[in-house]
């Protein structure tokens, strides 16, 4: 069956976009080597953080709030609470630009904002501990999205809009023209008119075999959970927070559903290649030792390690994403290299995709995340 577009990749970016297609009408093909949601990629972990006043920079404050206005569509239309709404605090000193371009970004577009220095942080949140030099800004509207339960809303939304999900596919292919693309994979051969790639630490080495070839590097990347007290870290009274420390800069979520606090580093990571069995969390002592250090110098009163795990991160050189149509082929769009800070965006990185293949453009501003970047330097 031939199909008006095919999206190789339905994890974060392609889960949501085939949601979008298959709402607008289009006969829409997912491929995927796994099940989503699943463990080999960037998107498990239960929760990611989702900020409005953003450090990276004011250009992601407006894709932030859409795809916010998204999540809270995914819920009216699911059924499912995918938002919690914890409110986010940001640590770090009051002249580095992580808090300068947080409050830079908050002041532009008018967020709430609100300033805490250290005694009105430990006032208010008791169980981290702030330094003199350093300041907190918090804002109330932001919070927690639940990741896997959204992947799997938007693939059961997406089938019933009539989305054809194919999983234990490995795409080794693209064949391209004008008129259609072929998706190969190692037991068929898929055409559709249009092609979204989403395929995380994968999308390299797809498009390198069409003739792109893009700095992306694949991480190796560990988060672990520590039992805590939940009078303190619940998600009712604590907040997801992303603390800049002398030592790298580091992300927690309070304890939700009695989890215990998750605590990760955003920094740093390992070089690897996705092929390769990543290896467990445990397996190297900093895995533990590094997220331990962070905790007993910043988290009061925070009880032992009860488990931890690893995802990927697939970094640009910038750290910003890409997101355009391939510049020779005009019937494929990539979505990749979301630096470990995509997830937040991916309900409306999948409209933006959607209306890129239904129309030629999209209404969302995507201009800083284009492939052109990569041929200046």
């Given at each position: 069956?031939?199909?008006?577009?095919?999206?190789?990749?339905?994890?974060?970016?392609?889960?949501?976009?085939?949601?979008?297609?298959?709402?607008?009408?289009?006969?829409?093909?997912?491929?995927?080597?796994?099940?989503?949601?699943?463990?080999?990629?960037?998107?498990?972990?239960?929760?990611?953080?989702?900020?409005?006043?953003?450090?990276?920079?004011?250009?992601?404050?407006?894709?932030?709030?859409?795809?916010?206005?998204?999540?809270?569509?995914?819920?009216?239309?699911?059924?499912?609470?995918?938002?919690?709404?914890?409110?986010?605090?940001?640590?770090?000193?009051?002249?580095?630009?992580?808090?300068?371009?947080?409050?830079?970004?908050?002041?532009?577009?008018?967020?709430?904002?609100?300033?805490?220095?250290?005694?009105?942080?430990h006032n208010r949140f008791p169980g981290i501990y702030v330094p003199n030099e350093s300041i907190g800004c918090f804002e109330s509207e932001s919070g927690v999205l639940k990741c896997e339960d959204s992947i799997t809303a938007y693939k059961a939304l997406a089938e019933h809009y009539g989305a054809t999900l194919l999983t234990g596919c490995k795409v080794n292919g693209i064949t391209l023209n004008d008129q259609e693309a072929q998706v190969h994979t190692v037991d068929e051969t898929y055409t559709a008119h249009s092609v979204i790639l989403s395929a995380g630490a994968w999308?390299?080495?797809?498009?390198?075999?069409?003739?792109?070839?893009?700095?992306?590097?694949?991480?190796?990347?560990?988060?672990?959970?520590?039992?805590?007290?939940?009078?303190?870290?619940?998600?009712?009274?604590?907040?997801?927070?992303?603390?800049?420390?002398?030592?790298?800069?580091?992300?927690?979520?309070?304890?939700?559903?009695?989890?215990?606090?998750?605590?990760?580093?955003?920094?740093?990571?390992?070089?690897?290649?996705?092929?390769?069995?990543?290896?467990?969390?445990?397996?190297?002592?900093?895995?533990?030792?590094?997220?331990?250090?962070?905790?007993?110098?910043?988290?009061?009163?925070?009880?032992?390690?009860?488990?931890?795990?690893?995802?990927?991160?697939?970094?640009?050189?910038?750290?910003?994403?890409?997101?355009?149509?391939?510049?020779?082929?005009?019937?494929?769009?990539?979505?990749?290299?979301?630096?470990?800070?995509?997830?937040?965006?991916?309900?409306?990185?999948?409209?933006?995709?959607?209306?890129?293949?239904?129309?030629?453009?999209?209404?969302?501003?995507?201009?800083?995340?284009?492939?052109?970047?990569?041929?200046?330097?």
């Amino acid at each position: 069956m031939h199909n008006d577009v095919i999206i190789i990749g339905a994890g974060s970016m392609g889960m949501a976009a085939g949601y979008f297609l298959a709402k607008s009408g289009k006969r829409t093909l997912l491929l995927d080597a796994e099940n989503p949601p699943h463990q080999r990629g960037s998107h498990h972990g239960e929760t990611r953080m989702i900020r409005h006043a953003y450090a990276e920079g004011e250009q992601y404050v407006p894709f932030v709030r859409r795809a916010q206005s998204l999540w809270y569509e995914l819920e009216r239309e699911s059924g499912k609470e995918i938002f919690l709404k914890t409110g986010v605090l940001s640590v770090g000193k009051e002249t580095g630009s992580f808090i300068q371009e947080t409050m830079k970004s908050a002041e532009h577009y008018e967020l709430p904002l609100q300033m805490l220095n250290p005694r009105d942080l430990h006032n208010r949140f008791p169980g981290i501990y702030v330094p003199n030099e350093s300041i907190g800004c918090f804002e109330s509207e932001s919070g927690v999205l639940k990741c896997e339960d959204s992947i799997t809303a938007y693939k059961a939304l997406a089938e019933h809009y009539g989305a054809t999900l194919l999983t234990g596919c490995k795409v080794n292919g693209i064949t391209l023209n004008d008129q259609e693309a072929q998706v190969h994979t190692v037991d068929e051969t898929y055409t559709a008119h249009s092609v979204i790639l989403s395929a995380g630490a994968w999308s390299g080495s797809l498009l390198d075999r069409i003739g792109l070839k893009l700095p992306l590097t694949p991480l190796r990347k560990t988060f672990a959970w520590f039992h805590a007290d939940e009078r303190i870290y619940g998600n009712d009274t604590f907040p997801a927070f992303a603390y800049e420390t002398p030592n790298g800069l580091y992300y927690g979520f309070p304890s939700i559903e009695g989890a215990g606090l998750k605590v990760g580093r955003h920094d740093g990571g390992i070089p690897i290649h996705p092929d390769e069995q990543m290896a467990p969390f445990g397996t190297f002592a900093e895995d533990e030792a590094d997220l331990r250090t962070f905790v007993h110098r910043h988290i009061l009163n925070v009880g032992n390690l009860a488990y931890g795990k690893t995802c990927m991160y697939t970094m640009t050189p910038d750290d910003r994403f890409i997101i355009d149509r391939h510049p020779h082929y005009k019937n494929l769009y990539v979505a990749a290299g979301f630096s470990g800070h995509g997830f937040k965006f991916s309900s409306a990185v999948g409209q933006a995709l959607s209306q890129l293949v239904c129309s030629g453009e999209t209404e969302i501003d995507i201009s800083a995340f284009s492939l052109n970047r990569f041929e200046r330097e």
